[in-house]
């Protein structure tokens, strides 16, 4: 019985020996078989994140009266560490409901990913499941501006695959929530360690360093991670995501000189300028002396000569500027200087734009949609000029089209590129050229030799361009209509690459003023009657440019005289009998007569003597014209044939309401619409075919010449130009959303041979 149980035992803990070997050995062959694509580091994190399905919507809620906005990030998951060339497609469809389940807003945001590992000193991401380490693509983001949308409380996501080697997506969800910032300090010092140190990463100075306005700024908002709705592995499937901080962030030596980005650089061969769309005066501080800036206003419609603007010191190094319009400012400088601009209290920002830079072994490509337009607005590196080529590619992938494109080297005196370290300096000029896609266009590549700097703009040529015109610089004041850009940027498909390469220029931009050159062309219109039969003359001020030599003017110029004997019958004049136009505040509202010595002694003159205006036609400073309008109803479309006929440069509208409405003045919306022919290939110009504008009255004095009533509303003239990117013109259409009374005027290269039926216009 003794060697029994002694035999038993020894099996017994054979067996359990072989069991505890057996679980060990298992357990040790998963854990190394879950291989990392980096070893881990102090520096990691862990985010739980969530799979986005294809079939079905992941919901997610939050509070309606807290939420200020929601961050979705995303990252593209796939099997194994792959290494792709291009960036990977995909997209997520959002949808945003309140809390009794009505849909919102309904879009689909599109990202492009790339999978990056440590290797080339990025971010490092990795999910392992099912003892399988997966590669995860750099994260991309988004927002959502759910303040327009007061009531919403959920949003629902899924995921739209566009690649065949994408094994999914995962996202994780934050919402921007107000917080309780009484002592900002505090909210300060409680929050983590870990989570101050990321947050001070982009500052240069240190913690040290912050202002109370910037720590209010930092917890102002807190964000706050959503969790999904529903039960876990049936409704969502949640992961574990690791990541190793810090992120790639490019530092720079700030211990040598930096320049204030805030601040406007000049010097003498560098010279800033910005536009002033208010009447409010203007602040600045500058690092020079005033006396080596020069400050210019300038009128952008040229009817006023620019004049150099005087400064008030009201502290040490700070100005002000009351007397301003709306225009544009040139700051020029003896020395190189940095001003920092300011009105109403805000601070005046520059424009700029980043540009792609091609060498030799790196092309900027771009996927395009066939029969679209583009635009490169392209830079060139060098002293001595350069080439590029632009390939076009079909859906296959083949060339089917090649076009050069020789550039010149003009270093602008307003441009300049921004360096890593805030220094400003000089860049050659802008130098543009467009293209209408052929239909078969699925890509297109811009290479060169040389060193240049590239970036790309598309529209579809039937989209609309939108516009609000005031008389002078103006904001939009209109809530229902959204201004609409004619072009936009189109990002690279290899972004990634000079990113990666750090070929990526930044240049500030900067306005040049107009200058003033006297055209050589002229304006001329012709009768419309058959057309449209309604019409009537106007009397409409109409003054020159500023620079514009004086010209001996016709008949039909007129000037406000205030009194019936200024005119001077026994003067030389050209004019067989000069006319009088008397504007009167009882009817008949408008009378004409000869000024002849028998017609003066008139008792109808006598009358009109005493009336409110008076014009005539002789003498100088006859800046008042007396022009046809035509009258175009609500919803009718005027329109002008031009077949057969040469092509005009321009094409001026000159738009009126009558009878007027003095007290309400409302703006006035047209569409315009040139239809005709294109030229194939590369063109330095380009003609948008269809455009809208919301036209602001103006204070331009005009007066309809009618008996019963004389009030009419002017508002700003459109010059529709008409590039040389147009073979033939056919067809020009205007209609607007109200009763409009237009004058049209033809700008061409030389003055018609036939008389004008305005120079003869007796009514």
């Known amino acids: 019985m003794y060697w029994i149980k002694k035999i038993l035992h020894i099996v017994m803990t054979l067996i359990f020996l072989t069991i505890m070997l057996w679980v060990s050995f298992n357990g040790v062959l998963w854990l190394t078989s879950a291989e990392q694509l980096e070893e881990r580091s102090e520096d990691e994190t862990r985010s739980v994140v969530h799979w986005l399905p294809e079939d079905k919507y992941i919901s997610f809620n939050f509070s309606s009266s807290r939420t200020r906005s929601i961050r979705l990030l995303s990252n593209a998951i796939f099997d194994g560490q792959q290494a792709f060339d291009e960036p990977v497609n995909y997209a997520i469809e959002y949808q945003l409901f309140n809390s009794q389940g009505a849909l919102l807003e309904e879009h689909t945001y599109h990202h492009a990913s790339k999978l990056v590992l440590a290797a080339q000193e990025q971010q490092v991401k990795q999910i392992i499941e099912d003892r399988k380490a997966l590669s995860v693509a750099s994260g991309q983001s988004f927002y959502i501006d759910v303040s327009n949308y007061p009531d919403a409380s959920q949003i629902k996501l899924k995921l739209l695959p566009e690649e065949d080697t994408l094994r999914g997506v995962v996202v994780r969800l934050h919402a921007q929530t107000l917080t309780d910032i009484d002592d900002s300090q505090q909210i300060w010092l409680k929050l983590p360690l870990d989570w101050r140190e990321r947050m001070l990463n982009y500052h240069t100075l240190g913690g040290n360093a912050l202002t109370a306005h910037e720590l209010t700024n930092a917890v102002s908002y807190d964000w706050m991670k959503l969790a999904p709705q529903g039960i876990p592995n049936i409704d969502f499937v949640s992961d574990i995501l690791y990541e190793t901080l810090p992120y790639n962030v490019i530092t720079y030596d700030f211990s040598a000189q930096q320049w204030d ?144 494109i020789d550039l010149e080297s003009r270093v602008s005196q307003f441009d300049r590129l921004i360096t890593p370290e805030t ?279 005009a007066f309809m010449l009618h008996p019963q009533s004389t009030d009419i509303v002017s508002y700003p003239s459109i010059t529709i130009k008409i590039g040389t990117d147009m073979q033939t013109l056919e067809k020009f259409v205007i209609s607007a959303e109200d009763e409009v009374w237009i004058s049209i005027l033809e700008e061409h290269s030389a003055q018609p041979l036939t008389p004008q039926w305005w120079q003869n216009e007796n009514t």
């Open 261 to 404: 980005l805030d601040s406007f650089y000049s010097a003498p061969n560098l010279t800033a300028t910005f536009r002033v769309k208010s009447s409010e005066p203007l602040q600045f501080n500058s690092t020079v002396p005033l006396s080596t800036l020069r400050l210019t206003w300038h009128d952008l419609s040229q009817q006023v000569a620019p004049y150099e603007l005087q400064p008030t010191v009201t502290s040490e190094h700070t100005y002000q500027i009351n007397d301003i319009r709306p225009g544009l400012i040139t700051i020029q400088s003896s020395l190189p200087a940095l001003t920092h601009w300011y009105q109403s209290e805000q601070s005046i920002v520059a424009l700029h734009s980043y540009y792609y830079i091609l060498t030799p072994d790196t092309p900027a490509n771009y996927t395009v949609a066939g029969g679209s337009d583009v635009v490169m607005d392209i830079r060139a590196l060098n002293s001595e000029g350069a080439q590029a080529l632009l390939s076009l590619y079909d859906a296959k992938g083949l060339v089917f089209a090649r076009h050069k």
């Open 423 to 701: 220094l400003r300096q000089t860049v050659n000029e802008s130098e543009k050229y467009y293209l209408r896609l052929p239909e078969n266009t699925a890509k297109l590549s811009i290479s060169s030799q040389g060193s240049l700097a590239v970036k790309l703009q598309s529209r579809r040529r039937e989209f609309h361009y939108q516009n609000v015109v005031c008389e002078q610089l103006c904001e939009n004041p209109l809530s229902n209509f959204t201004e609409i850009g004619a072009w936009f940027a189109q990002k690279a498909s290899n972004e990634f690459v000079f990113t990666e390469l750090q070929q990526i220029l930044k240049v500030r931009l900067f306005e040049a003023p107009p200058l003033p050159v006297v055209k050589d062309t002229d304006y001329a219109s012709e009768a419309l009657f058959d057309r449209h039969p309604i019409s009537n003359t106007a009397l409409i001020f109409s003054p020159p440019n500023y620079f514009e030599p004086r010209s001996e003017p016709t008949p039909v110029h007129f000037s406000q005289i205030s009194d019936i004997d200024d005119i001077d019958l026994s003067s030389n004049t050209q004019l067989k009998t000069p006319k009088v136009i008397a504007l009167t505040e009882r009817k008949p509202k408008y009378v004409e007569f000869d000024a002849t010595a028998s017609a003066i002694s008139n008792e109808l003159v006598s009358k009109a003597n005493k009336t409110t205006m008076l014009f005539s036609n002789q003498g100088s400073n006859r800046h008042f014209i007396k022009s046809r309008l035509y009258k175009v109803n609500r919803g009718d479309t005027f329109s002008m044939n031009y077949q057969g006929k040469n092509k005009p440069l321009s094409i001026v509208i000159k738009p009126f309401t009558y009878p007027a409405d003095i007290v309400e003045r409302a703006p006035l919306v047209i569409s315009t619409q040139l239809r005709g022919q294109y030229h194939a290939g590369i063109t330095s110009e380009y003609t948008v075919a269809t455009k809208r504008y919301a036209l602001i009255p103006t204070n331009k004095q």
